[in-house]
C-alpha cells in the first residue's frame, strides 16, 4: 500500500512537469528579422521503427505542418525564409505492458533553412534532429496506454516545432 500512495505522488508531481500541451512561450527577440515564407514538410521517405502505430505520410506531413505554422509562423520580421522538413523516422509507442515494455514515442526530422533573398540553402548539411515525447503524467506509463496515435502525432509534432524553433534561435545571425 505504501508503495502504490509513493507512485501515485511521484505521477502527480510528474503531472505538473513541462509546458503546458496546448501553450506556446512567446517569440523569441532572437528571431525578430525572420518570417516563415514556405513551410515545406515532406515524408514520403520515412521509416516505421519497431513495435509502432501506422501512420500514413499525409498524416505525418499534416501534422507536422501544423504546428510549425502555429509556432514559428507567428514570427513576422522583414527577411523571409523557408523551412524544409523531411520526416525520417517515427515510432509511435503501442500499448505494452507498463513500466516493462512501454516504448516512448519519436520522430526523427532533418531540417534545411532557405534564404528567399539569396535564393540558397543557408545550412549545408540538414540538421537532424530526434524529437522524444516530453515526460508528464500521461507518457511516464506509456503513451500507447494514455493516447491516441492523433494525440501522440499531435504532441510529436509541437516538440518538433519547438525543437526547429530552439534550432533556429540557436542560429539567430543567419537572418540578419
Known sequence: MRT??????????????????????????ALAKFDLGHNIVVARNMQKGP???????????????????????????????HLGISVDAFILAAPGVPLVLSPKSTVIISVNVWDNAKGAKINEEPEQIVVLERLSGETVIGSGLTQSREQQMENLSRNAA??????????AAWFD
Not at 513541462?18 to 517569440?27: H, Q, R
Open 51 to 81: 513495435l509502432s502505430r501506422d501512420a500514413t505520410v499525409e498524416e505525418w506531413e499534416t501534422s507536422l505542418k501544423s504546428a510549425i505554422d502555429d509556432r514559428i509562423g507567428r514570427y513576422e520580421g522583414e527577411n523571409l525564409f
Open 162 to 171: 519547438r525543437k526547429i524553433e530552439e534550432y533556429l534561435i540557436e542560429n
Open 4 to 29: 502504490v500512495f509513493i507512485l501515485l505522488i511521484v505521477l502527480s508531481g510528474l503531472s505538473a512537469c513541462g509546458e503546458k500541451p496546448n501553450t506556446i512561450a512567446p517569440p523569441s527577440t
